[in-house]
């Protein structure tokens, strides 16, 4: 019996979404990326050529998700857990987003994405953040999908640092603990000025969550698929969506 949390059906589409409901398409996807160390080894090859075939996969994703008409993209890139890899694995991760914003940086521009990354930048080597600062830099009057990485971010870590901050206003008198609210707390984390997921993706037949959008995953529909991520085909990414617009978000109610 198929699980009914998996898809495994590839589903064929024609050129273009026409069997995708235009009037229901979700603003937020956001996507653990998951499989590239075992797709590799699946392969007899070493774990960073899985990573390297994952990095083509995000720029067909980026592509895919701009041409559904997706406002808002959030991509798991490394957690602030994935420095307990190797340090050779860790450096080639490390690497990969310099890559490929070098290579992908015209086209996003050409696409009118706007690229925006949340997590801890202190850690990050010199090369790696330059390479974002700039693709965030020439990308920031872009009015169409905003592609955002999470890298180096980790769901416990970011409500801890929010805790920290609304502590300090409250003992520097700014605040007072009858102001916290939901609303507050959403302005004070990484994803301010995103609306909350509508849709989480995640590959490789793992069902967790691995410390992702703790918060703001509260109320979006999961799909997972036992697809690695080296695998992933756009039309995944359409089932994906059409499984989403088959369910009643009722947020609680009825």
Known sequence: MVNRF???TELKTDKGN???DQDNIPSHIAIIMDGNGRWAKNKGLPRVAGHYEGMKVVTNVVKKANEIGIKFLTLYAFSTENWKRPEKEVEFLMKLPERFLEKELPDLQKNNVKVRTMGDRSLLPANTLRAIEKAVKETSDNTGLVLNFALNYGGRHELVEMVKEIGEDIAEGDLRPGDITEN???ERLLTQGLPDPDLLIRTSGEIRLSNFML????????????VLWPDFKDENFIEAIKKYQQRKRRYGGV
């Open 215 to 226: 918060w703001q995953i509260a109320y979006s529909e999961f799909w997972f698929t036992e």
């Open 184 to 186: 507050l707390i959403s």
């Open 18 to 20: 026409t069997r995708l």
């Open 6 to 8: 998996f898809s495994h």
